[in-house]
């Protein structure tokens, strides 16, 4: 029934330093190329974010927007929607999401880039800690009566389930309208 | 730290008939009649409900809107955001939100309205099941630090606590939106 939650994950590593994010073109692929360590790593399910191919959940962490820079071909990176709060940059030939950016700076994640790991070859990145829109996945297809596995099974792997983002990010975004 | 998290919790008739529900003006109040049981109740956190005095959450749980009547002195009645998805009738004088309503006919919850049953002397309605939007409290004052005991306590009252609704109403939103 589940053929594929999520990509294998891959353990993290205190003193990573980084590493490139590559595009699935064969030839001139987009590259990214990311300082440090990521951060909040999570499975996400919504309708907006890449995912491999045959996995019903992708895998999105962030880190400084300063931190993150395009080193090969970036005249193949598109904005998927430009009105979007977050402006996904994919790679026009192979359709992979390069990294999600929010232009709005009263936005409660305003400096923070949205990167899928999974698009690297490094092995060490922050693991996926908790599942965010988890219902979201019976807009792109999964059936309603599948729900209950699809959520036992994210919890039996560690991975709590939301059909938002997790408590802890849901009070930094609470607490950011509350000042302001 | 934590008052009053949620009114005292009613216990569920399985035959009752329904009830009234009235708003707190000495005179001349405002009352809604509800024919049958209610569904869905749950604690409300979300900034746009009506909580009781002290209250942390609302009690809000729906009915049909076939089941909802206005008996006394509906010109006391105000509408207090018109452009809101659930447009909220309140009363002027005293401020209790007797009922919300949604217009939109594509609306997942369209045909249901929403009410407090806490405004009602009847004690037979659903009880609560879940609590919901609970870290939008933070918007309304509540420490972010205290989310955790409030979040515990939920919890051992049986109310799972969620940042949006419950998985199985988020689960009925997600279908419909896959439906339309």
């Known amino acids: 029934m589940i ?25 001139k692929p987009v590259i990214v190329e990311i300082k440090g360590q990521s ?13 491999p191919d045959g996995a019903l959940f992708s895998q999105v962490a962030v880190i400084s927007k300063d931190n993150l820079k395009v080193t090969n071909n970036e ?7 430009d009105s979007a ?9 192979c359709g992979v999401h ?4 929010i232009d709005n700076t ?10 899928h790991t999974e698009l690297s070859t490094q092995k060490s990145w922050s693991a996926p800690t908790f599942a965010a829109f988890v219902s979201s996945i019976i807009e792109t297809g999964t059936k309603p009566e599948d729900m209950d596995a699809i959520r036992q ?15 802890v990010l849901m009070d930094v975004i609470a607490t950011h309208i509350a000042s302001h």
Chains 1, 2 share one sequence.
Request: include cysteine.
């Open 75 to 81: 005249s193949k990176l598109t904005v998927i929607d």
């Open 98 to 101: 390069m990294y999600g950016r």
């Open 153 to 167: 099974q994210l919890t039996s792997q560690g991975l709590a389930p939301y059909d938002c983002l997790s408590p």
């Open 39 to 51: 951060a909040h790593n999570h499975a996400c399910g919504c309708s907006k974010c890449w995912k």
């Open 3 to 27: 053929n594929k939650i999520i990509s294998k994950y891959k353990a993290t590593l205190d003193n990573f330093k980084g590493g490139e994010l590559k595009c699935h073109c064969l030839t």
């Open 106 to 115: 009263e936005h409660p994640f305003f400096g923070l880039d949205f990167i």
């Open 85 to 93: 709060t977050i402006k996904r940059f994919a790679c026009k030939r």
